[in-house]
């Protein structure tokens, strides 16, 4: 629905999709494709009249809509400053004496245009949508050509959100003529109720007076209505309402959209505009005793599962090369299990909104920020852009906030303004009039908006000053300090509260959530990639321990060009969280259940064998699909037994599921296993019909006291002999580059080369007969960093990182790409006296939460050393011819030898599997 019809002509063009589809006429042409350009560096050409020169005064071509500074616009040169757009074309609308406008998404930053030689208007403004009546300056019978003027220079009054990943320079969004009849509707609002009454505003422009109608024609005839109007020249106001019988909610598990069209019919021709409303309603209610409030939709809580959304793609930069990304984009997210997203200090195109109304995602819109000061020019501009911002994307149902400013940017005054270092983290540049004028344009969008929450500052300096949403942001790494982190946050939020709120405003019972978190800034030294999976899983137990806690915003959706905690990389590959293996079935949907099993315990604990151990459990509920029925909760304790997945412990339980918010359980008392293993406690949450709701887990380190080192006797293999070799006692190496990591559990070499080891086996006493021999070690490929080879660059993440600064991230010490689509293979050949025994394929460099030990073992939690990396169970046998060798020398010299893809060897605190290299003796 609402596309136009591609044929042969238009699927070269980029874009050729309606760019409005909420608001589409029948008769229009696309703009989008080739036009002529020249850039403009000392501001002549209006003083020569380029607005009336041929063809040949331009020097090259661009393709709009994209940015001159990516790729796709063919210049790819990020240069500030003036650009010439210029476009020969016939088009003739269908009917004889409609009215012509000229329609732009989005043009940063000022704009003037000409059509045929006559100025049509200009704009400021870098990403509201405009238009320009040109009817009157257009041959509808010849040729006509359209010249555009763009001006670019990074002022600081500038509403520029956060462009540093790529700028957006000039065109940028989608370029179309539209035809209208003379009286035709400019725009329309439609407020919705969750009892189906739809109340509408419609701003109508007529040429004359006269009688006309204005008729509304939804779900294919369902829903039908029919208001009488009175005409006078010019712009007319009109309110009308209609009721929907038996009304389909708008939500994000059943995005119903009423589609249909407006029709204007009178005198003057008749306006018809494809177009869909959706009905919901946003809110903020106490639910039973609490004196603090949760979002809700239709009625009812909602737990808001969000990431932060860059909107950046590497060729288009922050326009999509098709719109078939842009669905792929909302798609990307749902399948996480998220139900919303934050776009981040910007409004995204309106095809991506739809995409989000269409297919089911709540979406908070912030506003853009400027980077200056709050002087005079910056807030008029500001003030400008966002009645444009919010005017067109008011019908959107998927959207549920709006955001008026970002962590206080643009709102410092003072020599600090405009830095991200010294006194500007604080507040004192926070001025009482820029804070005033902060809670004007919240009670203006406020009134301008009441079915959305209005945020007035998402905060990271605790400088709220009025606002429906009560957020804040951290980034913090370990996971003490952000249990601690966020209990003191929801410690201090209640009504009359002073926390997180500045100039003497105090907290209302506006609903708690986190509007940004991550590890990416938490970790020292800069943003560099690390595993998030596993401190991904114990923050959100932490967020659903907290009943007064309704949602967050993770950062981020993908990868860009210096942060790289995305859920997927920039290009949109996966990231591999190794859920699956810890619980069978198990996603990262799991951990954004409406209903929770919330593991009250760390994620990993170091534990004796064999001991009981008590794991507190909440139930945190945030949808009624359950309420009044009887749950199971099943569970398991399970360790990898050399390659055997065995259980130690398990069972289940009925739990009356019932209520909204977080409420304890009885805790599980499990056994640990009799011997050294990491044992993982897997739980899942199963309704009536057996089928799983939620899985979670945690893990422990069990130590059942044998030598870490040495000959012991392994009691899990029926009491052979084992020799155990610390991966880091090698006798020596022939690596061009090697190092340790995890505080010497683990040793790394890079390309090809060999760790030598030499091993001395039982001697007689101690075992008469060696019948056969085992070597059994963890190890993977090793993927060499730049830092790996020419040291750590500490990198100061500073403006310039919030502006996008590229970041150099294998020189970040805390680097260790987490496990993805790509692969880094090498191969490990097991030599025993100078003779191959066998050979191992070693598929990835991997790390993820299947890493426990090294993680567990990290020393200090926001300066990380490989966190997270773990390797692949080696088993080589020794040929008897071999082993018979061994039974009378009792010593051999063990190699280790890797491919050019290098090799990581992990010990008994480094990896997944509890052991160092051992020789296990039969």
Known sequence: MLNQALTAETVTVPRPEFPRPDWQRADWFNLNGTWSFRFDPNDEGIGLSWQSHEEAAYSGNIQVPFSWSSPLSGIGKNEAGIGWYRRALTWRPSYAGARIFLRFGAVDYNCDVWVNGVHAGSHQGGYGSFEFEVTDSWNPEGENVIVVRTEDN????????????????????????????????????????????????????????????????????????????????????????????NPRLWSPETPYL??????????????????????????????????????????????????????????GFFTYPTDEEMRDEIYLMKRLGLNFVRIHIKPDEPRKLYWADKLGLLVMEDMPSFWGAPDERARSSYESEIREVIARDYNHPSIFSWVMFNETWGLKSGKAAGSLTGDAFGNMNYLPDTQEWVRQMYR??????????????????WDHVETDLNTWHFYINGYEQIREHVSEVVAKTYPGSEFNYIGGNVQADAPLMNSECGNVWGIEHGAGDSDLAWHYRYMLNEFRRHDKMCGFVFTEFRDVINEFNGYYRLDGTDKDFGYGDMVP?????????????????????????????????????????????????????????????????????????????????????????????????AVRLLDEAGDVVTRNFIAFDVRGGAADSGVHSDVSTGGARTVSIPVAGFAQHSFAYQWEAIQGAKVNGAGSGAFAYQVQLPDR??????GEIEIVFEASAKRVLARNIEGVKARETGIHFMHGAAADVEYNPNTYYMTDEERHESQVTV???????????????????RGVLSWHYQPVANRLDEAGSYGYLCKVRLPGRIAAKLDRSRSFRLELQASEGGLALYGRNAGRYPLDILVRCR
Not at 448 to 457: A, F, G, S, V
Not at 765 to 770: R, Y
Not at 839 to 847: G, K
């Open 154 to 245: 990074d002022h600081d009054y500038q509403a520029r959100g956060k462009q540093g990943y790529g700028e957006i320079r000039g065109i940028w969004q989608p370029v179309w003529l539209e035809a209208r009849p003379v009286n035709y509707v400019q725009d329309t609002k439609f407020r919705t109720y969750i009892d189906g009454r739809v109340e509408v505003t419609a701003r109508i422009v007529a040429g004359g007076e006269g009688s006309a109608e204005l008729s509304f024609r939804f779900a294919e005839g369902g829903v039908m209505h029919t208001e009488p109007l009175k005409l006078t020249a010019g712009e007319n106001t009109v309110h009308t309402a209609f009721t929907v019988a």
């Open 258 to 315: 009423y589609e249909g069209e407006l029709r204007l019919t009178g005198a003057f021709g008749t306006d018809i505009i494809r177009t869909y409303f959706g009905i919901r309603e946003i809110g903020a209610a106490c639910f039973g005793e609490r004196n603090y409030r949760w979002v809700t939709l239709n009625g009812k809580p909602v737990y808001l599962n969000g990431t932060l959304d860059q909107s950046f793609h590497r060729t």
């Open 444 to 461: 203006w969008a406020k009134e301008t908006d009441p079915t959305r929450l209005i945020e007035d500052n998402s905060a990271c300096n």
């Open 585 to 681: 079935g198990m996603t990262i949907a799991d951990l954004h259940s409406p209903d929770f099993i919330v593991i009250d315990a760390p994620p990993a604990q170091t534990v004796c064998s064999g001991e009981k151990v008590a794991v507190p459990l909440l139930r945190s509920s945030y949808s009624d699909r359950y309420h009044g029925r009887t749950m199971k909760l099943d569970w398991e304790l399970w360790y990898d037994k050399l390659g055997v997945r065995t259980v130690a412990d398990s069972g289940a339980a009925a739990i009356a599921w019932d209520g909204y918010g977080v409420a304890p359980l009885t805790p599980l008392s499990v056994t640990m296993p009799k011997q050294d293993a990491v044992a993982v406690l």
């Open 765 to 770: 006493a101690e075992q008469e007969l060696i």
């Open 831 to 849: 030599i025993v006296d100078g003779e191959m025994v066998g050979t191992v394929r070693l598929p990835d460099d991997p790390a993820d939460s």
